[in-house]
């Protein structure tokens, strides 16, 4: 068990719908990085968020969006979903910004139909 | 940031050492080289990290040459439990402009009986 934890477990929904992702991080962590992992694509990094400040980008989509709240918990909003974007996605944490050691939640299995 | 070229599988037999080589011909001066392990549908989980000559913990050792062109993750006696993927990381962990970790497609190693 990293701490991290992430909600829901599993997600189906339609194409067209919009879902929120939640993680929190370990406690004493202040940045929260989330990813995409689907069987094509690999492990795609997405954004980095520390202490509630986005601080990094990677590919994400402008139909996602995400926040880092004061209590330091992330969600990942996703909208106007495609098959495509079915996909296991994690978030992790760290205790500084700059990347050392990263600790994974067990991940959202997101399946669009 | 430096792309990382891994063997896409290995297999291995129980008790052996298996060594996992890395190439990252650009890497840069403040960039640290990381490796995580995957197991299926489970978020990533560190292994080991480190900037030169050799890094040693309970689980692995990372081997890095004067050039740091390349790295070696080694893997002592490994068992059928050490199936899984891992992943050579490289980047800047100054703590900077946020982290954009970059995950390549990894080394699928597959210990037997």
């Known amino acids: 068990d990293s701490g991290v934890t992430q909600t829901p477990k599993h997600l189906i929904t339609a194409t067209g719908q919009r879902v929120t992702l939640r993680c929190s991080p370990r406690s004493g962590d202040l940045s929260v990085y989330w990813y995409q992992q689907s069987l094509d694509q690999g492990l795609q990094f997405l954004i980095h968020?520390?202490?509630?400040?986005?601080?990094a980008k990677g590919n994400i989509l402008e139909r996602f969006s995400a926040q880092q709240f004061p209590d330091l918990h992330s969600e990942l909003n996703l909208s106007s979903l495609e098959l495509g974007d079915s996909a296991l996605y994690f978030c992790?944490?760290?205790?500084?910004?700059?990347?050392?050691?990263?600790?994974f939640g067990p991940g959202t299995r997101l399946t669009v139909l | 940031l430096a792309k990382t070229t891994q063997p896409i599988s290995m297999d291995s037999y129980e008790g052996q050492e298996v060594n996992i080589t890395c190439s990252h011909n650009?890497?840069?001066?403040?960039?640290?080289i990381t490796w995580y392990q995957q197991f299926p549908s489970q978020g990533p989980r560190f292994i080991i990290q480190?900037?030169?000559t050799k890094v040693t913990n309970e689980v692995a050792s990372l081997f890095i040459p004067a050039d740091r062109k390349s790295s070696t993750l080694s893997l002592p006696r490994v068992s059928l439990s050490d199936t899984a993927v891992y992943y050579c990381?490289?980047?800047?962990?100054?703590?900077?402009?946020?982290?954009?970790?970059?995950f390549g497609a990894g080394t699928r190693l597959f210990v037997k009986a």
């Open positions: 480190g900037y030169k």
């Open positions: 992790a944490s760290s205790v500084s910004g700059s990347g050392r050691e990263q600790f």
């Open positions: 990381l490289v980047g800047d962990l100054s703590g900077t402009g946020g982290f954009k970790t970059i």
């Open positions: 650009n890497i840069a001066t403040n960039d640290y």
């Open positions: 968020y520390y202490n509630g400040e986005e601080r």
